[in-house]
Structure formats: C-alpha cells, structure tokens
C-alpha cells in the first residue's frame, strides 16, 4: 500500500465574511502528483498555499504523514523545510547569486554543511543546464532561467513534497517547455510527489495522477488524470477542457 504524504478534510477559508475555499477534501500518496484545475479565482493557488502555511484557514484538518499539524508558525516554519514551493514570481533574492540563494536556506536554516550543500546546488545546477551561472545575478537571467533557478533552491532543501503554482504562467512560450521538462523529470525519475497548478493542458495530462477540478472554491471533480481528460464526469469540466482547446 502506497504511503499517504498529505491528507486534507473539510478544509474551509475565508477572508473575512467571503469563504473562498468550501469543504476541500482530498489525499496525497508518496510520488503521486496532484493537478489542480480550473477557471482562474477558483481557489487553486489559495488552496496551495494553505498547504504550505502561507495562508491560514478556518475549518478542517491538514495532516502530513498521517500526524495532524498544528497550524503555528513554528510548526509551519519546520514544515516548509519538508514541503517546497515555487511561485510564478520566482522570489530570488536580488542582492545573492544564483549560488548563494540555493545555499542561502539549507545553510542557515538546516545548518548542513555548507561545502557539501554547494557541491549538490552545482549538481543540481548541472541537471538544469545552468551551472555556467553559478556567480550570476538574478537580474542577469531571463525569466525562464530564474525559474529553474527557483525550483533549484526549493530542490536544494530536501523536500518530500513539491507545490508548483502556475511556474510558467509568466514566461515567454519558447521558456515554457524547458521549465515543464524538469517538473516532467522529477516526476519520471525522481518520483517527486507534487501538487502542481497548471494551464498547460498538454502536460497537464501527461503528467497528473488525480485532477482535482475547482470552481468558485469548491471542488467540482476529483478524477484519475487519464479519465479525466478523455472523459470528465461533469459538464463544467467538460466545458473548461474544450475552452482550453484541449
């Protein structure tokens, strides 16, 4: 039997009086990845971000390895470690190299060993084809590479789950394609488990497990990955698919 990673029960948000996300529940099994879909303002990346303790939420249940977590920022500063996150912003820090924003964090906050941190960032690096850009700063890559430089630092941590929100969405398309190879890789290779937002339909659909499928904050569908794009069980689904020209 396959190992749950996360669990989520009856989750509710909201933003004052406004509920942005409804009764979200859902399960994560190790090396699985989880696509969440659906209409922009659904509640995909709020959801994603709850899961990452960026945001708070106000019902329900959030448990990692069947321990359910106390959602202090103590706890949520010790659970960052073991769950990743890239952001369509990338977030590098401008002032650092590209090295020192990788060492940055396993450095300082996990205090490993600096020598042996920066020799795995330089395979990493490696892996990415950006290692000619160690000493580089930020304002010297373009947007595609700032974005494998993101999820380089996020790698860099040890991570047991990634969370990927819309990392392409503000990419010319030509950088598209080598940022979704890497996150097509650690699922082929590496057997990441993630959470990804996405889209990008075609990957989408190469690479989801399970879809969940979210509108005004709910979830509308939770299909297999392979079902769900040859045949979604609703008709908002449905209708979201072929708007996407898929």
């Known amino acids: 039997m396959t190992e749950e990673i996360l669990k989520v029960e009856h989750l509710n948000k909201f933003y004052g009086k406004r509920q942005v996300l409804f009764d979200i529940n859902f399960d994560l099994k190790k090396g699985e990845v989880l696509t969440l879909l659906g209409p922009s303002g659904s509640g995909k990346s709020t959801l994603l971000e709850t899961l990452n303790g960026l945001e708070d939420y106000q019902g329900g ?60 960032a330089l395979d990493l690096l490696k892996r990415v084809e950006l290692d000619q850009y160690v000493d580089a700063y930020p304002r010297e890559l373009s947007g595609g590479q700032k974005q494998r430089i993101a999820i380089v630092r996020a790698l860099a941590m040890h991570p047991e789950v990634m969370l990927f929100d819309e990392v392409t969405a503000s990419l010319d398309p030509e950088m598209v394609r080598g940022v979704l190879k890497i996150i097509q890789a650690l699922s082929d290779k590496d057997h990441m488990t993630m ?3 996405t889209h990008e339909m075609n990957f989408a659909a190469k690479i989801a497990d399970e879809v969940l499928f979210l509108e005004n904050g709910k979830i509308v569908e939770d299909t297999p990955g392979e079902e769900f794009f040859a045949n979604p069980k609703t008709d908002r689904a449905r209708a979201f698919l072929e708007s996407m020209d898929f």
Do not use: C
Request: proline residues 6%; aromatic residues 10%.
């Open 61 to 120: 249940s959030i448990y990692f390895h069947g321990k359910k977590i106390n959602p202090t920022p103590k706890e949520w500063q010790l659970l960052r470690q073991k769950i990743g996150m890239v952001f369509q912003s990338y977030d590098l820090f401008p002032n650092l190299t590209v090295m020192e924003n990788i060492l940055l964090a396993p450095v300082k906050v996990q205090k490993r060993n600096e020598d042996e941190v920066k020799k795995e």
């Open 195 to 197: 959470i990804i937002v």
